[in-house]
């Protein structure tokens, strides 16, 4: 959430003001487009085409689904900026223009901010990209380079090259050799490059650098780098240049080490994969962000642009991600949620006053437990009681109310101490009908001063409890808490149980059997007990489902961010389900009310609930989502990505392919199956018997099932050193090769053309 930036900044401090203000980004069209506006300069009226800049943004994102959709719904907030006490325009996009450009507004910025305002640019450009490799299981190498004694070449460097087939351009970065290596590198082998006397190995570094790493450049022999860049082409020779022909692509970040000290990177190139450098360099790059970049392997891995599905879900706060079995949907679908809700408060959401009144509900479970089963949340005591009738009347609209229930044995949590819920009173009233179980039996008020409650936190799955706290007023009825101390014990142990961050997620599958009463509200029964008669009934009673109690806690927490994960959503009856839900769930209907059927309440859709949905399109026994309720969502598709392999073992990339490729000329691309069949304990097989395990248990077994009518296209499938076709209409699994790595070898190259 942006903070307050307090007065009015200046006029020209604005966009240095928004830079610094606005948390990480999700994406970096809005500081690269600054950047590259800015980098127009006075003369070219701080403006660019668009096409040229949704041009630039692919070349620095090394081409991941960038286009002029994505550019300007991520730059149309420049165009209206509003944080509280200031309204600027920091943007202008002019449509009228032949062709469209995108225009900073020189009024929002001074020329001597111009070196921090691309600072503050380049340090969100570099964390998101460390941030998106390393969500796809990729860490990027550092690499130091002398740019020539004394950076004789440090200019040539930064004259931007374009790329004739793409025409994208970027600056560059070089070596040379002491040799005869005026060749391309990419016309030998690398064994030949080995065998090259002298430094052959930096020319082999050189060569295999990926889009993607970092360069830090040198200007002379001094400590300290002068830039940093990413590269964004690979290797290629440039036969025109008068020196340094062999060459990279890179974009500068304009951001210098000073600090970096280390004899060798005076050298010409060098790698700084076991010097130590790499993570120092990585760390001053990122700052704070320096934990991303700690664990090479085991990296969690997509399937998705995570940055992109995010922008899509934000924009219309439903979405569904669809897919064949084992392409980590459920995986990707926590991801996100995880995402979504990382900003949230680390604290207590609700900022209570100490200057407030404070009070504690102590009751008997049989109206205490009806009275939380219920919305609102009612509560009374007994004007002929003057003590607490004094209370009632020092309660006031705002003041915050314990929950408790200290009776041991009594009601579900059978502790003594605790604190089930906690409230803010709403009004006060005065109680004209029967309301709790004794009143009805008696037909009378008992409790005529009553109160409304707006509950801050829903009963929790464990109650808290307070046995370590003192005098608190843990007797029966409604009492002042007039200890301060005690007060802050309370918010502070409260806080601790709130930032757990499993109150922000809910995870849930659906199922034929799933219904609209667990998912928004329902009648259930409950065994309750007489306090003075101490028998047992069964009392009916309307109780919210996991769905509604989301939204409870999302609307009284309007700061943060919560998420409701559905798994399998099209395996129940979604229109059931659902119920009213179909009208208020969608983004622009968020706000609006409908009566729920049950209690009969107005119930709308907090802003700041998103919900999360997966689907296995490979389910053909399943009605596809409803068509109405689809309408109200995105849908992502989540595919098989054999790339997330390449770290496997050899062969195992090909082989997905293959299968897929087989799969998908005699069924659907969404019967193909996920990279996920051949990965284990997350991250791609390594080993031939883990290998064999899967193929045995998971992946047959899946292309049985696609196949199980019609044995020809099983056998066009499979090989004959799978199954054997002689004693079964279906064939039998062959036994012998799942503890032959030899047979199993020739079976899959059989079958799917491919050498392990």
Known sequence: MTKNPGPDPDKGNRLLEFLKRTPERYAIYQPYTIRILLEQGKENDFSMEESKIVSKIKSLTLHRQTNRTDLRANLESLTSVKDYTWHSDLVFFDDEHDPPIWKLNPDEFDEFQTEEILKECNKEIVKFHVKNLIEKNLTPDVYFIRAGKDGTWYDEFLKNTQDSESSLDWETAGIN???????????????????????????????????????????????????????????????????????????????????????????????????????????????????????????????????????????????????????????????????????????????????????????????????????????????????????????????????????????????????????????????????????????????????????????PSKAIQFNSIGGLPFTKGFNAIANEENIKQLLNEISINWSDGSSYIENITFHQSFSYEEFLEGIKPKVVQDDKTKQRFIDYSVEPGVFKKLCMRAEIDSDNTYAMIIDEINRGNISKIFGELITIIENDKRGDEVTLSYSGEKFSVPDNVYVIGTMNTADQSLTQ????????????????????????????????????????????????????????????????????????????????????????????????????????????????????????????????????
């Open 625 to 756: 989502i409803d068509a109405a309720l689809k309408r109200r969502f995105s849908t992502v598709e989540v595919m098989p990505d054999s790339s997330i392999l390449e770290d496997g073992m050899n062969g195992l990339k090909e082989l997905l392919d293959a299968i897929n490729s087989k799969i998908r000329e005699k069924r659907t691309r969404d019967n193909q199956i996920g990279h996920a069949y051949f990965m284990h304990e997350g991250k791609p097989i390594d080993n031939i018997r883990d290998l064999r395990f899967a193929f045995a248990t998971d992946v047959i077994p899946v292309l049985r099932d696609y196949f199980y009518a019609d044995e020809d296209e099983l056998r066009d499938v499979l090989s004959d050193q799978f199954i054997n076709w002689n004693d079964d209409a279906r064939g039998d699994l062959i036994d012998d090769w799942q503890d032959d790595d030899g047979k199993f070898k020739v079976a899959i190259k059989s079958a799917f053309h491919v050498q392990l």
């Open 177 to 459: 050799y002491g040799g005869d290596t005026n060749f391309d590198l990419n016309s030998k082998s690398d064994d030949d490059i080995g065998n090259l006397p002298n430094y052959s190995i930096r020319l082999l570094w050189f060569k295999n650098i990926k889009k993607g790493d970092i360069v830090a450049i040198k200007k002379n022999n001094t400590d300290g780098i002068a830039d940093t860049g990413i590269v964004t082409k690979e290797y290629f020779f440039d036969e025109g240049a008068t020196s340094y022909h062999h060459r990279i692509g890179v974009k500068y970040l304009n951001i210098s080490i000073p600090q970096i000290v280390d004899g060798d990177i005076n050298q010409i190139f060098k790698s700084t994969e076991k010097s130590g450098l790499q993570d120092e360099v990585l760390k001053h790059l990122l700052g704070d962000k320096k934990d991303l970049i700690d664990k090479k392997q085991g990296t969690d891995t997509l399937s998705v642009n995570h940055d992109r599905t995010i922008e899509i879900l934000r924009r219309k706060k439903n979405i569904i991600l669809s897919g064949p079995p084992g392409t980590g949907k459920t995986f990707t679908a926590k991801k996100i949620a995880k995402s979504l809700v990382a900003s949230n408060s680390t604290s207590s959401t609700h900022q209570f006053d100490l200057n407030k009144n404070y009070f504690m509900i102590n009751g008997g479970w049989s109206n205490l437990g009806f009275s939380l089963s219920q919305e609102p949340f009612i509560w009374a005591t007994q004007g002929t009681d003057p003590s607490t009738k004094a209370v009632w009347e020092r309660l006031q609209p705002g003041d915050v109310v314990f929950v408790s229930n200290s009776k041991k044995d009594h009601g579900p949590f059978h502790s003594e101490k605790v604190i089930l819920a906690i409230g803010i009173c709403v009004k006060k009233f005065m109680g004209t009908q029967p309301y709790w179980q004794d009143e009805k039996e008696k037909n009378k008020v008992i409790y005529d001063y009553r109160f409304e409650l707006k509950l801050f936190r829903p009963i």
